[in-house]
């Protein structure tokens, strides 16, 4: 069994609405919380960094973590077609990160 | 800023050669990754260094897989005698510091045939 597991996807939604992405580990030992955007062909890019419970806003993108239940979630609002990519949730321990395999998310216009 | 670049972006090799996978990681930025990333899948962890030295390459398949950073900024990634199950994305990514943020390059997507 992975150390993480995110929900697979993918998910097709329309303009405007709101997607929701969730990963759960089983490492009570990472200690940061992450969500990189991959769009294709390009390498990840860190979308949020968090480290304790609770939400942390950023504009359109809210970062959700429980580290009691072990879980982890990323909701876009006001989705927009620039959005369409792979979303990797990742969690650090010591340095090292450990990735989801990620949710491909297509926002239709 | 320029980001951390890799080169070459693509490469093809025949089974049995030897690749040289190159990093660029940002100016200054002490630590240094790198991942592999296969089709459909998140990337895992190879090796990290701290400035020249590699603190940690469990993360390395085999001993046909090498990384060297010599003078603790660009880093090489060598892989001997490739397989076909050595086909993958192999991403680097460099961070001011250990703990913080990890910044990632294009990757170098590489297909053994």
């Known amino acids: 069994q992975k150390e993480v597991e995110q929900d697979p996807g993918p998910l097709s939604v329309p303009e405007g609405a709101i997607v929701s992405l969730n990963c759960t580990y089983s490492n009570s030992a990472f200690q940061y919380f992450m969500w990189y955007r991959q769009y294709s062909r390009k390498g990840p890019e860190l979308l949020m960094y968090t480290y304790s419970s609770g939400n942390k806003e950023d504009g359109r993108f809210t970062a959700q973590v429980d580290k009691s239940s072990k879980y982890i979630s990323l909701f876009i609002r006001d989705s927009q077609p620039s959005d369409s990519a792979t979303y990797l949730c990742a969690m650090e321990k010591d340095y090292k990160l450990s990735f989801g395999a990620g949710t491909t998310v297509t926002v239709r216009a | 800023g320029a980001g951390v670049s890799q080169s070459p972006r693509y490469k093809v090799a025949k089974r049995g050669q030897d690749v040289a996978l190159r990093c660029d990681p940002i100016s200054g930025h002490v630590s240094l990754f790198w991942y592999q990333q296969a089709l459909g899948q998140g990337p895992e962890f190879l090796t990290y260094?701290?400035?020249?030295?590699?603190?940690?390459k469990s993360g390395l398949p085999s001993d046909r897989f090498f990384a060297e950073r010599p003078e603790g900024s660009v880093s090489t990634l060598k892989i001997q005698r490739t397989q076909q199950e050595d086909s993958a994305v192999y991403l680097c990514?460099?961070?001011?510091?250990?703990?913080?943020?990890?910044?990632f390059g294009p990757g170098t997507r590489l297909t053994v045939l």
């Open positions: 260094f701290q400035n020249e030295a590699q603190l940690d």
């Open positions: 990514a460099s961070s001011p510091r250990t703990g913080s943020e990890q910044f």
